[in-house]
């Protein structure tokens, strides 16, 4: 990962895509604080969803919804 100022960045912008392009992660710099950073593009798509794969790890207690006895009025 390598860091560039605003100006820098500005003025090597090709050469900062190149580098993006070979896989490596640019970040931008505003007074040596990170404001943006630059990532390869991809085009994978996130695996789909799975129903059911958390089945048996959360159990609701039949008294989830009952008041809590501090607000009993």
Known sequence: MSVFNIHDAKTHFSKLLERVLNGEEVVIAKAGKPV?????????EPSPRKPGIDK?????QPDFDAPL?????
Request: glycine content about 6%.
């Open 36 to 44: 943006a950073r630059i990532l390869p593009f991809t085009t994978d």
């Open 56 to 60: 048996g790890k959360v159990i609701i």
């Open 69 to 73: 006895p501090e607000f009993d009025v």
